[in-house]
């Protein structure tokens, strides 16, 4: 199965902050990662799929990027909706598998 | 407008079954593969199992091969987990999604409905 790490688990920032989470897959997966938002008490939201393609809706200051083994999920300018838990996930192969989750907190 | 909605979710002793829906609505359901995921109370999201559109796919995770069955019934837009056998550890919000492009990503979820598997 591929292993998808994420770093770091906790991050705090502030409004207005520029913030980047890292995911490490454990072999190679070329562009197939999602990324999801999560706030307490509510099912996932769908962010950017294939590395960095945004998803319908989605907020212009959220980005992806990365290819391989390596991913990024920046916000340019942190906003109070923001503040939330996010996954990423990679869809090359089954068992789709999801990294273990990074908490974005208010500094 | 999407919307998916669970039901079936509860209490369960170990070794017993139980069988979740999901009724998906505001789109056209057998053009798209649908998976279950869930997520352990306080821990992270853990993909359970996928079908495609037809119904002919299925795949699984490997805690839950063997136990669980996934299905689709296309004339109700319905999608179904059968859990057999469930363990304390299947304990958990079960979410149904839509593979949005039947690629492998998940868009959108419906809310969850819970399953606790206890004595």
């Known amino acids: 199965d591929i292993q998808m790490t994420q770093s770091p688990s906790t991050l705090s920032a502030s409004e207005g902050d520029r913030v980047t989470i890292t995911c490490r897959a454990s072999?190679?997966?070329?562009?197939?990662v999602a990324w999801y938002q999560q706030k307490p008490g509510k099912a996932p939201k769908f962010l950017i799929y294939k590395a960095s393609s945004l998803g319908s809706g989605v907020p212009s200051r959220f980005s992806g990027s990365g290819s391989g083994t390596e991913f990024t999920l920046t916000i340019s300018s942190l906003q109070p909706d923001d503040f939330a838990t996010y996954y990423c996930?990679?869809?090359?192969?089954?068992?789709?598998?999801f990294g273990q989750g990074t908490k974005l907190e208010i500094k | 407008e999407v919307q998916l909605l669970e039901s079936g979710g509860g209490l369960v002793h170990p070794g017993g079954s139980l069988g979740l829906s999901c009724t998906a609505s505001?789109?056209?359901?057998?053009?798209?593969?649908m998976t279950w995921v869930r997520q352990a109370p306080g821990k992270g999201l853990e993909w359970v199992s996928s079908?495609?559109?037809?119904?002919?796919?299925?795949y699984y995770a490997a805690s839950v091969k063997g136990r669980f069955t996934i299905s689709r019934d296309n004339s109700k837009n319905t999608l179904y987990l059968q859990m057999n056998s469930l363990r304390a550890e299947d304990t958990a919000l079960y979410y149904c999604a839509k593979d949005t492009s039947n690629n492998g990503w998940f868009d959108p979820w419906g809310q969850g409905t819970l399953v606790t598997v206890s004595s």
């Open positions: 079908i495609d559109g037809s119904g002919t796919g299925t």
């Open positions: 996930q990679q869809y090359t192969s089954y068992p789709y598998t």
């Open positions: 072999q190679t997966i070329r562009s197939w």
């Open positions: 505001g789109f056209i359901f057998s053009n798209y593969a």
